[in-house]
């Protein structure tokens, strides 16, 4: 191309342009054509069938053509069938068909039974010509002729079935059935070993021979026996691989293998067996067909030949009809054992001539007894390995490395044998001993380290011995000593020896044999012999009857008979153990010097005893006592109990039990008291520790019968009323059990602990009350107290008497700390904590703050005070408390009305008291009981009586009024009503240790009542004509008036503080009755509440159980039940804290009130008054009075009061409840008014019927509320926006749980806008509810926009009220 011009150039460009451009036309037809070639080729292949078949037509055309021109031209029809159309068409049948179809299609008739029958007669007749007139072999001989058949059976070969065709003697025999029986079970999985095709082959060359030969039967016996002994010598020849497999491995190997010909086995091959080096002999086993004579069974033969010892095994081993290789090797290898079992017999009988072992054939065994008299077990069994021919000696219970041993010396020389049965006697002879006591508490040891074994005796034992340990008694060991027997080599002789000795001190030491003693020979019989009172040696028993041994047989017996058992040895062990550790008891109480009898046989010679004679005396018991309890006790023995040995029981008789129980177990004339002692692992049994443990209980006994007699004593003196209070339960020596109460379900059980070496007393509840508590468990330490101090059973059912009942009520106080009583929401406190004092006093905490005494008297009546006021001077307050203002008035309201009053006079408290430095109650109670001592150390004296009525005009007469002296003179206005506490701290000396006397009769009073601040009564003036011109006596002594006070215990005491630090009188101990007008306004006094009140057990009841609240309106009285107690301590706990909440607040200003116990204050337009309700002391009310003339209706001033009074300062007493509330007091006036009339809807919901939802002002912010603050935070916010929360609950009937959701609410005080706060919720499922809410609002805000100076949150909340819907789902 470069080489031409342009235009050639152009020219051959476009040429190749036009050539490339066919050649792709060409390639796209030909790509086309492509896509459609399937359709060309089946309508080509279409067109080949058609053009085939249009062939085929004018082909067969032209054959029909030639055939009719060539083969049919002299063809003609055959004449038509006219009788078979008349047949046909006049009959309806064809009976002209030609009998040939007829004998091609139906079968002849069969023959009949009876032609059946005679036929195979006639053949069996047939069959028995020809089988005696033919040439028979004579294995053949087992052959049956039945049913026109002859079946001949070679066992272990063949079986052939045969008959004949007629009775012409030169027709051929015909084989029926051939069956070959060579069957091996162990391989083929069951198969048979001769394949279906093998057997018709045979079967056609059998058949053959019977055709062709002259005698068919021998050859046809010849055949197949041939066959069989070739198969079975196969079988065999695989057994052995299989054996060699899976087995036996090397044990047996193949020699020579001929198929058809023999078989050659070797066993025993020691140079494979590892056993020997070098030659050595190899025994053979051969298996071979007989070529002489082929119609014998195959033959064994054994290389050596089996020795002629036992016909038997000769016999077994020289059969192969089994057909198992294995069986027969075994046969030849239990005949060669057998002959190696008698050469080692050969060899003992050598050496005891009168050796008694035998051999077993069974499982080749040589039995050789070791020791006479011998059990199977016992023997010595050697066993001959079949696989290897070696011997294997066994044992039972024989270590495997001395049976290796054996077995290796008995193989390399069997005389060696006899130096080890003598080794074997002396262990089986210590495994019998061993076994003898294995029943029994021993541990058994070869050896024994001792620190003297090389002086001692017991060094010198011979090299056969066994030490026996007790181990119940470890200081005691049975040594067995055993020798041989002369001109015996299977007896043994024994010696028993009684060894003890001394414990280490250390872990490491060892212990130093004492005593060694052989035990004698015939002790067995000397023990049968003794009579039973009598003992051969300390610790020996009495041995049954019957048990004289018998001359045991030669031959060893079957396992499980008792021939090894040594009846000598077991007998010695149990006695020691049975008897020592009597022996060692016996020693300790004679060492200890306590009189006995020694040990005793009782119960025919089955037990023993030690009675003792008398028991040393108690420590700390009066002689009075001992001398008692001496008398009562019949009898003292100490006997073992139980299996182990260790148990010890001591039974105590008694007579004369000085308390009658009610327990039907103690109704007897005589008490049986069993003392169990367990002996510790550590100390012998029988030692002292047994004895200092029962010396202890016996104390324990003497401690309490010295209780018991002196309560016995003064049962016929005790009150009745203490005698249906209690009773005595049970009483069984060691434990005195008292049920009391008015069921008697509660119990107190008195015992000794002799570890503390105090009465120990346990509280519980019997009966119906089983599953409660008992009351008295708070006080039971301060019972256990003054029980030791003052050990009398009368003076604590008093206790328990009076303490009853108050305790009841207190138990019922709540004592569960609770959290958000104070600014410190997370600090809980605890409601109310007991903190008994003493039995009868007992001191309650109210949340740490303050303090209330109670002391239990007798006769049903309980003296409470202020216990925040020291118990020794009135002015001073224990550090902690806090006095309880209005305490004395509160408590006067639960006085009983039936009870005495007494009064004072108004002029008591301008008049200053006398000091007085005596107690009162020393001087105003004379001649109140005669001049004799009170019995019983502060029992209560008896109460059969209740004491006389006072009366106001009865003078009192010289006698009653003692001698005048410096330390009991009062004035006419001392105060002879106040009485001294018992101090936990110093005792008050009680009347009784002063040498006064008192009693029940006589009562003093004065014509004036002594006249308290807060009691509910009038001055009572004298009456005319009554005591003229005497003066004023304050009222009667509180011995006089309170009902069965005793002055025995100072303890029991009503609370008498100090005269010389009393600056008023005692206080009136009576309730008003509902109708009378409310008390008159006295001027209170700070420590009147420290003067104790006296209440009855009914009032103190009402006092702490929990109640609902006091309401003018039921339905505002709440949920919360809390005891009147808890609602007036909590009312001056809001009280104090109202106070703290006034200066604290910039909004609230105090206003100075000279009334006691009221708070009031004021905003900038309400004056509010806080004080205790004056009819019940339960509850703070508020009054709110205007400033001046505003907007606030009465209405809603009230409802400002109710919600204080039922929500704010009511329970649970909540800190910052009330500082919420004084918040709103102080918001302006609009907002105050909106939130009134919210308070309304929420203590009034009924008025408001339209609503949806019931609405809770949240004073403080609840658990479910937004996580803004903790809970129990303050919920009220007041700044330029108010914060506050509504609880919101659905109005939905009864049986439905309804909704509630917190919605906390902001309003803004400068524009107006009362919205839902945006709170971030942490519950998905309230986030619906919350945004319902905020539309709500929102769409409020939007339709009434907020005026100037408008509050707009009531309205908002009442839409909110009226218009919220929320389904099931929207619950938060």
């Given amino acids: 191309l470069p080489r031409k011009t342009d235009m050639e150039r152009k020219i051959e460009i476009v040429q190749f342009a036009s050539r490339t451009r066919q050649l792709f036309v060409r390639l796209l037809a030909l790509v086309k054509w492509a896509s459609n070639a399937g359709k060309v080729e089946k309508c080509a292949m279409i067109s080949a069938f058609l053009d085939q078949q249009a062939f085929l037509f004018v082909d067969t055309a032209d054959r029909l053509a030639l055939l009719a021109r060539d083969a049919l031209v002299h063809a003609r029809l055959p004449s038509f069938a006219i009788p078979f159309a008349i047949d046909v068409l006049t009959t309806g049948s064809y009976p002209r068909l030609p009998t040939c179809i007829r004998d091609k299609i139906i079968p002849p008739d069969p023959i009949t039974k009876t032609e059946k029958q005679t036929t195979l007669t006639q053949l069996n007749q047939i069959l028995r010509h020809r089988l005696v007139t033919t040439d028979l072999p004579p294995q053949l001989a087992n052959l049956t002729v039945a049913n026109g058949r002859v079946k001949f059976r070679v066992d272990g070969e063949f079986e052939a079935t045969l008959t004949v065709m007629g009775d012409d003697p030169d027709i051929p025999w015909r084989l029926l059935k051939l069956e070959i029986l060579v069957e091996d079970k162990e391989t083929g999985d069951g198969r048979a070993l001769v394949h279906s095709m093998q057997v018709n082959y045979i079967h056609e060359l059998v058949q053959s021979r019977l055709f062709a030969d002259e005698k068919p039967l021998q050859d046809m016996y010849s055949c197949l026996h041939s066959f069989c002994l070739s198969l079975q010598l196969e079988v065999l020849h695989s057994q052995t691989l299989m054996l060699i497999r899976e087995r036996w491995g090397d044990l047996v190997q193949v020699e020579r293998y001929l198929p058809a010909k023999c078989l050659t086995l070797a066993v025993w091959n020691q140079q494979v067996l590892g056993r020997k080096t070098g030659t050595a002999s190899v025994h053979k086993v051969s298996i071979k067909i007989d070529e002489s004579d082929g119609s014998k069974p195959l033959q064994i033969s054994h290389e050596p030949p089996l020795p002629a010892s036992d016909s038997k095994l000769m016999e077994r081993a020289m059969k192969i009809d089994h057909l198992s290789v294995e069986k027969l090797l075994i046969d030849s290898v239990h005949a060669r054992s057998h002959q190696k079992l008698q050469e080692l017999k050969a060899i003992l009988k ?63 020389d069997m005389k060696r044998i006899i130096t080890w049965l003598q080794q074997l006697k002396f262990w089986l002879g210590e495994q019998r001993c061993r076994q003898s006591v294995k029943h029994l508490p021993t541990l058994c040891t070869d050896t024994l380290h001792l620190s003297n074994s090389a002086s001692h005796p017991v060094g010198n034992l011979s090299k056969h011995h066994l030490f026996i340990k007790l181990t119940r008694l470890p200081q005691y060991y049975i040594v067995v000593e055993m020798f041989d027997v002369a001109n015996s080599s299977t007896e043994l002789q024994y010696k028993y020896y009684f060894l003890s000795v001394s414990q280490p001190e250390g872990e490491d030491g060892l212990s130093c044999a004492q005593l060694f003693q052989q035990f004698k020979h015939n002790l067995e019989e000397l023990v049968q012999d003794l009579s039973s009172g009598r003992l051969v040696r300390p610790g020996t028993k009495r041995k049954l009857s019957g048990e004289q041994g018998t001359t045991e047989p030669k031959k060893p017996k079957r396992s499980g008979e008792m ?20 022996i060692g008891l016996r020693c300790e109480l004679s060492n200890m010097e306590i009189p006995h009898q020694g040990v005793q046989v009782e119960g025919d010679g089955c037990s023993h005893a030690i009675r003792l004679l008398r028991v040393p005396p108690s420590k700390g018991v009066g002689e009075e006592t001992r001398k008692a309890l001496d008398r009562s006790l019949l009898d003292c023995t100490f006997r073992l109990q139980g299996r182990n040995n260790r148990t010890w029981v001591a039974e105590l008789v008694f007579a004369s039990c000085p308390l009658n129980s009610t327990s039907s177990k103690e109704q007897a004339s005589t008490r049986h008291v069993y003392l169990t002692y367990e002996n510790p692992l550590s100390e012998p049994v029988g030692g002292r520790k047994v004895v200092e443990m029962f010396l202890n209980d016996w104390n324990s006994i003497s401690q309490l019968y010295e209780c018991v007699l002196e309560f016995s004593r003064a049962l016929p003196e005790m009150p009745s009323y203490l005698s249906l209070f209690s009773e005595i339960r049970l009483y069984n020596y060691r434990k005195l059990v008292l049920c009391y109460g008015n069921t008697k379900g509660s119990s107190v059980t008195i015992q000794w602990n002799s570890v503390t070496q105090r009465f120990h007393l346990a509280l519980g509840t019997v009966g119906p009350n089983s599953g409660c508590s008992n009351c008295h468990n708070i006080i039971l330490h301060q019972l256990q107290e003054m029980f030791n101090k003052t050990p009398n059973v009368v003076q604590l059912l008093q206790v328990l008497s009076d303490t009853q009942a108050p305790l009841n009520a207190i138990n019922k106080l709540p004592t569960v700390p609770m959290l958000g009583l104070t600014q410190r929401t997370n600090t809980a406190y605890q409601c109310f904590s007991i903190l008994p004092q003493s039995p009868t006093h007992i001191r309650l905490a109210f949340r740490n703050m303050y303090c209330i005494d109670i002391y239990c008297r007798s006769r049903g009546v309980v003296a409470i005070r202020d216990g925040a006021y020291s118990l020794f001077d009135n002015t001073k307050i224990v550090e902690g408390f806090y006095p309880a203002p209005g305490l004395k008035t509160f408590l006067n309201m639960f006085v009983d009305s039936n009870q005495d009053a007494r009064r004072r006079s108004v002029n008591e408290d301008d008049n200053p008291p006398s000091p007085v430095g005596v107690d009162v109650m020393d001087t105003l109670m004379p001649h109140l009981q005669p001049q004799q001592g009170i019995r019983g150390q502060g029992v209560y004296p008896p109460l059969t009586s209740p004491p006389a009525p006072y009366h106001g005009n009865v ?11 410096p330390g009991n003179i009062h004035a006419a206005n001392s105060p002879s009503g106040a009485l001294r506490a018992p101090s936990p701290f110093g005792p008050t000396p009680s009347p009784s240790s002063l040498g006064i006397s008192m009693g029940q009769t ?36 509180p011995g006089a008036r309170i009902h069965g006070m005793s002055p025995g215990n100072p303890s029991l005491h009503s609370p008498i503080p100090d005269a010389s630090h009393s600056p008023r009188a005692g206080t009136s101990s009576q309730v008003m009755p509902t109708s009378m007008p409310p008390p008159r306004k006295l001027p209170q006094r700070s420590w009147a509440a420290s003067i104790p009140t006296i209440l009855t057990h009914n009032a103190l009841h009402v006092l702490l159980l929990p109640s609902p609240t006091m309401c003018s309106v039921p339905g505002l009285a709440g949920s919360y039940l809390c005891s009147p107690l808890e609602r007036f301590l909590g009312s001056v706990i809001m009280r104090r804290h109202l106070q703290r909440i006034i200066q604290l607040e910039a909004n609230l200003t105090i206003v100075n ?130 914060l506050f929360f509504l609880q919101l609950t659905q109005r939905l009937p009864v049986p439905q749980e309804p909704i509630s959701i917190i919605v906390p609410i902001v309003y803004d005080m400068a524009t107006g806008l009362t919205q839902q706060a945006d709170i971030p919720r942490q519950h998905s499922s309230s986030g619906a509810a919350a945004l319902m809410v905020s539309s709500i609002l929102r769409r409020f805000n939007e339709h009434h926009p907020a005026r100037p100076g408008e509050c707009t949150i009531f309205a908002s909340v009442h839409e909110l009220m009226a218009s919220l819907t929320l389904n099931p789902g929207g619950r938060p």
């Fill in 1002 to 1037: 006589s009562s003093f009073a004065s014509p004036h009542g002594a006249l308290d601040p807060s009691s509910p009564y009038p001055m009572v003036s004298p009456r005319a004509g009554n005591w003229p011109g005497s003066p004023q006596v304050s009222g009667p002594s």
């Fill in 350 to 412: 050598s050496s005891n001539p009168s050796d008694n072992s035998f051999i077993e054939t069974a499982l080749p065994t040589l039995v050789i007894p070791i020791l006479e008299p011998c059990g199977r077990s016992e023997c010595l069994h050697i066993f001959v390995d079949l696989h290897s021919g070696m011997f294997q000696p066994m044992l039972y219970g024989i270590d495997q490395s001395m049976l290796d041993d054996i077995e290796k010396t008995i193989n390399d």
């Fill in 563 to 582: 021939c090894a058992f040594n009846k000598e040895l077991a007998h010695l062990v149990a006695m020691c153990d049975t008897n020592m550790p009597l």
């Fill in 955 to 965: 003078a009192p007469s010289p006698s009653m009024m003692p001698t005048p002296s």
């Fill in 1153 to 1282: 009130s000279n009334e006691p116990g009221v708070i009031m204050f004021k905003t900038e337009v309400l004056k509010c008054r806080v004080a205790l309700n004056p009819k019940s002391y339960q509850t703070l009310q508020l009054k709110v009075t205007p400033e001046n003339a505003g907007p606030w209706s009465q209405e809603e001033l009230q409802v400002l009061e109710k919600f204080f009074e039922t929500r704010v300062a009511g329970p649970p007493f909540k800190y910052n409840t009330l500082n919420a509330f004084t918040k709103l007091l102080g918001a302006p006036t609009n907002i105050l008014r909106d939130c009134v009339r919210i308070m309304k809807l929420e203590l009034f919901p009924d008025q408001a019927a339209q609503l949806k939802w019931n609405v809770q002002f949240c004073l403080t912010i609840p658990p479910s509320a937004p996580p803004i603050a903790p809970p129990g935070t303050i919920a009220v916010v007041l700044k330029t926006k108010m």
